[in-house]
């Protein structure tokens, strides 16, 4: 079975700081998938970055980057230079399959809210 | 990004009446498409798997009954709540995938409130 677990339900950063958001996963399947989701007040999922489990090199995208530790089951995310806007609820998820092969369901962590103050 | 619509984006109906949710991508072929429910405050959990042409498989403890999936197209695909009552007053959020390898692209979710 498949669990993600977040354990920070809020952060508060201040703007132009970096921010690491934790995420732990506990799975059996060797090929998987890790995603981070940003989640505004108005409801939509909107995808952050993904994390193949044999990628050799963490993800990056612009501001996000995902410090994947294979070993330790962790894929934390960080934000750096905060904005305003990314005040949001900030979700882990897994999905027990590859990109590169017909991607499954995705189980998602409890998520974190993001407060970014001036 | 592929683009995933959802239709209406909220809805307020009376307890009894059934709601249908409309998902749709729109510029891709979604061989498979996922329905999500989502309380406030809380995670997304997965209602149920559906792939064009077939019968939707549900997650343990959802009533197939009672949230009916149609998954007729390869573009759209539809959630009927049956039956509504408060209690499944939530937020429906669907995502698609596509073949070969496509990402979950999700749809920007259906409020739905039964009075």
């Known amino acids: 079975a498949q669990k993600i677990t977040q354990t920070q339900p809020g952060m508060f950063v201040q703007e132009k700081e970096a921010v690491t958001l934790d995420c732990t996963y506990d799975t059996s399947d060797p090929s998987y998938g890790l995603f981070w989701y940003k989640q505004p007040s108005s409801g939509e999922m909107i995808f952050l970055i993904y994390q193949g489990s044999y990628d050799q090199q963490n993800a990056t995208e612009g501001r996000y980057s995902l410090n994947f530790q294979k070993a330790r089951k962790s894929a934390n995310l960080v934000i750096s230079a905060s904005q305003l806007g990314d005040s949001a609820m900030y979700f882990c998820?897994?999905?027990?399959?590859?990109?590169?092969?017909?991607?499954?369901?995705?189980?998602f962590g409890r998520g974190t809210q993001l407060t970014v103050w001036p | 990004g592929a683009v995933v619509s959802q239709h209406p984006s909220r809805v307020i109906c009376k307890s009894g009446t059934s709601v249908k949710i409309e998902c749709r991508s729109l510029?891709?072929?979604?061989?498979?498409m996922f329905w999500y429910r989502q309380f406030p405050k809380q995670s997304l959990m997965l209602m149920a798997t559906s792939n064009e042409g077939s019968k939707a498989t549900y997650e343990q403890g959802v009533e197939k009954d009672k949230f009916l999936i149609n998954h007729a197209s390869l573009t759209l695909s539809t959630l009927t709540v049956t039956s509504a009552h408060p209690e499944d007053s939530s937020f429906y959020i669907c995502?698609?995938?596509?073949?070969?390898?496509?990402?979950?692209?999700f749809g920007p979710g259906t409020r739905l409130t039964v009075t």
């Open positions: 510029d891709f072929q979604a061989t498979t």
């Open positions: 995502s698609a995938s596509g073949t070969g390898g496509s990402e979950q692209y």
């Open positions: 998820a897994m999905t027990p399959a590859y990109r590169g092969s017909t991607l499954g369901r995705l189980y």
